[in-house]
RNA sequence: UCCCCAGUAGCUCAGUCGGCAGAGCAGGUGGCUGUUAACCACCGUGUCCGCGGUUCGAGUCCGUGCUGGGGAGCCA
């Protein structure tokens, strides 16, 4: 018989007769003649519960599963007469793969995220990670699903790369030199015998790749692995992390901004239409705000809001804050929750900020002093997007790369672009784990990926 | 990297003024029941994070290191 996933067996509205089904067991309750067991199969937050009674053959051994035991069950599914499920599967046989013993460390009841993540190898079996793990692979479907919807290339954008000072933040710095004894000319390291022939880095952003094929293209998107080696230690950073850049030709700030509220409403839509079941226990367990959080944003128009005038909202607003501001300086997270959680209570874009605290690549205003800069802002996250359109004239983007101390030549590529066809282009970048700890609720961007990379964690 | 808090049983945590190490859950045994974070009875469980110090005596006080958490900076 075909096996069949337990998210099937909720979909059906008669009985298909007998089935096969296989998982892990979540919970077993005995009774004097048969024993209740609750499975999970990973492909939904549902668990199946199957009667098992002592016309088994191995029904001694059946009653002897725990928790995490992994097994077979053949049987007849059909309405359950008992409260809080409408399918039970009677057994009519029960195959054991495994049976966990007592040190499986996770119980039915709840465990706190901190020890969860010292079991890193084993949280996807609890219901609440395997909902976030659910939910972050149907929303990598719907960021790819709007972007093809709207004409989009999908790219490819390196993860090994030869440029080093792109304003991101520090870089992980990739060898094959023998570190124990490296090559020295000069009494420095002598890159030229290394790999690449000079020094590599991990990739901080694909964007100026991205705006490389956006010139080509039109509309393009990279979607992948990001790496910063900050000693960053907050429940919103991780050395490693996911991120979506979009590259659009022929597009100024006005549009930039439009899309990426579009982008992020779309994508909360498609969630809270494609993952209820998953979401409601974050709405349960996790933030009781939950929904009506989510339904604020997709309802809401995002607040468009000039730097300058953020600025004066923030000094005129009566509020105690830690940090003063003035223009020039950059706001505070203290600031920008300020605006987003008590001002206007709905997402913020703020634009055009000074170009003393922005990167060289970002488009020089007519006032000289402001760059087409923006910045989305959300309640309880902050910033999730950063983005801007692009210098695309030759003298001032080589006029801001010597202001910024950069090297021009090391950039000819990138120069290029602006040399032949430059066209007016904008983008933006919205980090993953962001965007899925503000559709879960879930607080620590450690929760939100299987596997966190964090400075001094490696492990699994 | 800076500021603050925490580290005690497998897990969650209590431990008063410095004086014999505790509870609930999980686990085991038995019972009961179409149960559902089942219920009832009984049973076991310790490098009190490491190192050093003060003291007759330290889980408790002091110093230091490590780990984790919250906040800040950097950013997505």
């Not at 053959?57 to 928790?67: A, P």
């Not at 690449?196 to 010139?215: C, D, R």
Request: aromatic share 10%.
């Amino acid at each position: 018989m075909k096996r069949t996933k337990i998210i099937h067996l909720f979909d059906a509205k008669t009985s298909p007769g007998s089935v096969l089904i296989k998982g892990w067991v979540k919970t077993r309750r005995d009774s004097k003649t048969f024993s209740f067991i609750e499975v999970n199969d990973g492909s939904c937050l549902a668990n199946i519960q199957i009667i098992a009674d002592d016309s088994l053959d191995n029904y001694d051994v059946v009653k002897t599963l725990s928790t995490g035991s992994s097994v077979a069950v053949t049987g007849l599914l059909r309405e359950s007469p008992g409260q809080g499920q409408t399918w039970e599967i009677a057994a009519s046989a029960i195959h054991i793969y495994d049976i966990a013993p007592e040190a499986y460390p996770l119980q039915k009841k709840r465990h706190s995220d901190e020890f969860l993540r010292t079991i890193g190898h084993l949280r996807p079996r609890t219901n609440k990670y395997g909902a976030v793990f659910r939910i972050r692979s149907e929303l990598c479907h719907a960021i790819h699903k709007f972007f093809h919807d709207r004409g989009f290339t999908y790219i490819h954008t390196p993860i090994l790369t030869g440029s080093d000072c792109e304003g991101a933040g520090d870089l992980f710095r990739v060898t094959a030199l023998n570190l124990e004894n490296l090559p020295k000319k000069e009494g420095k390291t002598d890159y030229s015998l290394d790999f690449f022939g000079k020094p590599a880095n991990l990739t901080v952003s694909g964007q100026l790749e991205a705006e490389l094929l956006a010139l080509a293209l039109g509309d393009v998107y990279t979607f992948g692995p990001t790496f910063r080696a900050e000693n960053s230690n907050t429940a919103r950073h991780m050395a490693e992390f996911w991120m979506i850049e979009p590259e659009m030709a022929f597009c100024d700030l006005e549009d930039d901004m439009s899309h990426a509220e579009e982008f992020i409403k779309n994508l909360i839509v498609h969630a809270m239409d494609h993952c209820a079941r998953d979401l409601d226990l974050f709405a349960n367990f996790v933030d009781k705000n939950l929904m009506k959080t989510l339904e604020n944003i997709v309802s809401a128009e995002f607040v468009r809001l000039p730097y300058t005038d953020a600025v004066d909202i923030v000094k005129q607003s009566g509020h105690k804050f830690e940090f003063d501001i003035e223009f020039g300086k950059d706001l505070q997270t203290e600031h920008e929750r300020y605006l987003a959680e008590e001002h206007f209570k709905k997402p913020v874009v703020i634009y055009n900020y000074p170009k003393t605290i922005k990167p060289f690549y970002m488009r020089v205003n007519d006032d000289g002093s402001t760059v087409a800069a923006m910045d989305v802002l959300v309640p309880r996250i902050g910033e999730i997007i950063g983005g801007s359109q692009r210098e695309e004239r030759l003298s001032i983007l080589e006029r801001r790369m010597e202001e910024t101390g950069m090297n021009k030549e090391d950039y000819w590529w990138f120069l290029d672009s602006r040399r032949y066809g430059t066209v007016p282009h904008s983008g933006y970048g919205l980090g993953f784990e962001r965007l899925i700890m503000l559709i879960t609720g879930i607080a620590n961007i450690r929760d939100v990926i299987p596997f966190p990379r964090t400075p001094g964690n490696i492990e699994f």
